[in-house]
T-cell receptor, first 116, second 108 residues
């Protein structure tokens, strides 16, 4: 199993450019999430989805859009990049029920995005 | 004030030492997660617990619901344990609130 695959790993954007961060999971998870991680801060939820066709805003959705046309894919779109969106982005997916040690969340490897 | 507070922010230990990382939360929760973020950035889920204690190898996680406090212990620490350890409180409805993380460095 590949788990959660996130691309690209690194990207530099100019102010006003747009891009899509891709996220795919092969575990048939219903729940998927996009987080951003800023230095010294906890992960913040941008958007989440509880199943194909269903998305909802998290704590910091402004400047982002998502779609969930399939169970596997949950892309994150930045329409007009701003310096405030410089961050590390993580996609995650989860079971509805936890594993033996309570493991439930599975993360992608992250995308380091700089907007200059 | 963050709803989830971790302490210490930074921790340096000698190989073999017993390590404790603390997490306090102010919200009502259905579960508490412990995660490990490797130096390369990848995040791995270690535990999710809603009561008592869980053990996996040299890692032990405990939670006291009444005191709204959880601890992650590492026994016989090793340099490969060096990472950022993150706790996250799962509010009802699957919403997670993350702590800022504890940076652990284990020296040989």
């Amino acid at each position: 199993n590949a788990g959660v695959t996130q691309t690209p790993k690194f990207r530099i954007l100019k102010i006003g450019q747009s891009m899509t961060l891709q996220c795919t999971q092969d575990m048939n998870h219903n729940y998927m999430y996009w987080y951003r991680q800023d230095p010294g801060m906890g992960l913040k939820l941008i958007y989440y989805s509880v199943g194909a066709g269903i998305t909802d805003k998290g704590e910091v959705p402004n400047g982002y859009n998502v779609s969930r046309s399939t169970t596997e894919d949950f892309p994150l779109r930045l329409e007009l990049a701003a310096p405030s969106q410089t961050s590390v982005y993580f996609c995650a997916s989860s079971y509805a029920f936890a594993g033996e040690y309570g493991e439930k969340l599975f993360f992608g490897s992250g995308t380091q995005l700089s907007v200059l | 004030k963050n709803e989830v507070e971790q302490s210490p922010q930074n921790l340096t230990a000698q190989e073999g030492e017993f390590i404790t990382i603390n997490c306090s939360y102010s919200v009502g929760i259905s579960a508490l997660h412990w995660l490990q973020q490797h130096p390369g950035g990848g995040i791995v889920s270690l535990f999710m617990l809603s009561s008592g204690k869980k053990k996996h190898g040299r890692l032990i996680a405990t939670i006291n619901i009444q005191e709204k406090h959880s601890s992650l212990h590492i026994t016989a620490s090793h340099p490969r344990d060096s990472a950022v350890y993150i706790c996250a409180a799962e509010e009802y409805g699957n919403k997670l609130v993350f702590g800022a993380g504890t940076i652990l460095r284990v020296k040989s």
